[in-house]
């Protein structure tokens, strides 16, 4: 028993050690690993600074060098690694191996002492960590790659750094504000041939001229634009101005921005009286929508206030938006009828307003404030509308004080509003097709109000939007035409069929 001891004791003595020496082996390959890392990197680093001067005639050579420095800089790690988790797993065993010798150090019984020490032997003289090497197979040398293009370099001194793309100029006679769409135009001062694409940055704002810091906004960025002329669309008309400004650009880096340029983009902005609408008519901001429960939801919004709007057109000041709000009662009895919270005072301006498909029957268009409570659209002299039934048969038609005109064009679920308040125009849109469908001709003598009656089913209202170029074109032809072929408008004191909703 004391020679078996002794002999466990040796072999526990040489374990340790090979512990302790695979220990400080796991230190070495992670430095190693490190070193391979930081090497690899400067001579990445020194393959850029020479590249660099040699700029594109060198790239397919700089690629290929490249891939081959990642290869082995791949292998070298894998290597290192498969070796770091063969010491991790001798490591492992070997502790294991350590502990359980040790608990059977400290038997007394001879004969289980014995009989464990002969199977600990065992398994100690089939451990891993006598069989592994502990010398790296791999080392973290990676001179072997560097390069040197000195004598290329001599060759090449004519080559120089790229110039500094100078400052594009937007041309603003150029510049197009319509359809939602903006269209900017720049040129460069002088022909650059090394300019590789253009970056455009816009912002909207309140303010035209020098930005507010206050309220400074964050630029919007298309970047790789290869034309001279670039169009943001589908905006949202929300603020008075946009602010734009385009930089050169070469493979290199950046030029400094062009002098901004301030764009108007005005557009009709307005909410939905809530305040006013009809109790069976729920008012979500730009939403509304019949409610055969009677509108109690509306009750706890009663009074408040429709906030955060911003870009109002000119002349609609807060006075009027507010005389405009929350001075009139609610619609009632079969008026189901909201108007918008913005008056219309002077100038053109144009929205739309989209139906759900089970729509039953719904009205879009204007109104003086006079408009009682009672009242419906296109049934006074002070309100004008087109009026869409899909209830048992589908008719369009106009409407005005109390009269109606069937109009056999196609249904649509999307109508757009166009009204010149200084010209006495008022025209309705297939906002799809953009196919006019009835136009009045009248003096405006008072502030309008849009105005929408919507029942079995709801109205999407889309507000901050321009006239669309299609019918600011129709206009100037119907300002050319004379007297005698404006008979396409329909005067509101001409005769037509009566009609009720």
Known sequence: MGEQR????????????KKDEIVNFIDILKQTIRNVQVNSSNVFRELDKEFDALHSVLDEMKESMANTIQQERTEKIQALNNQLGQCSSALESSEELLECATTILNIKNPMEFSKAARQIKDRITACPAFRICLKPTISDNMSHLMVDFTLERHVLQA????????????????????????????????????????????????????????????????????????????????????????????????????????????????????????????????????DPTGGKGQEKAKGKENKGRSGASPKRTSASRSAAKGCRDRFTGESYTVLGDTAIESGEHYWEATAQKDCKSYSVGVTYRNLGKFDQLGKTNSSW????????????????????????????????????????????????????????????????????????????????????????????????????????YSVPVMPIESSHC
């Open 6 to 17: 002794e002999d466990l004791q040796r072999i526990v003595s040489t374990l340790a050690n």
């Open 159 to 290: 080559l120089k750094f790229l110039p500094v793309p100078k400052v594009p100029e937007i041309n603003t006679a150029a510049c197009l504000v319509a359809d939602n769409c903006v269209t900017v135009a720049w040129k460069m001062p002088e022909e650059d041939s090394r300019v590789d694409h253009f970056v455009l940055e816009y912002k909207k704002t309140d303010y035209d001229g020098l930005a507010r810091v206050k309220d400074e906004q964050p630029w919007e960025v298309i970047d790789y634009v290869k034309d001279y002329v670039y169009t943001l669309s589908g905006l949202k008309f929300d603020k008075k101005y946009m602010t734009v400004r385009v930089q050169a650009c070469n493979k290199a880096l950046a030029g400094d921005y062009s002098d901004p340029v301030t764009l108007e983009t005005k557009a009709f902005v307005f909410g939905l009286d809530d305040t006013s609408s009809h109790l069976n008519l729920k008012v979500e901001e730009n939403y509304v929508e019949w």
């Open 385 to 488: 509308c087109i009026h869409i039934n899909n209830w048992l048969q589908s008719t369009l038609s106009a409407k005005h004080n109390n009269k109606s005109k069937t109009l056999d064009l196609p249904i649509t679920d999307r109508i757009g509003v166009y009204c010149n308040f200084d010209g006495g125009q008022l025209m309705f849109y297939n906002a799809n097709s953009m196919e006019l469908l009835y136009a009045f001709k009248t003096k405006f003598t008072q502030p309008l109000l849009p105005g929408f009656m919507v029942w079995c089913g709801g109205l999407s209202v889309s507000t901050c939007l321009q006239v669309p170029s299609v019918v600011k074109a129709f206009q100037k032809s119907v300002n050319g035409l004379n007297s005698s072929t404006c008979s396409l």
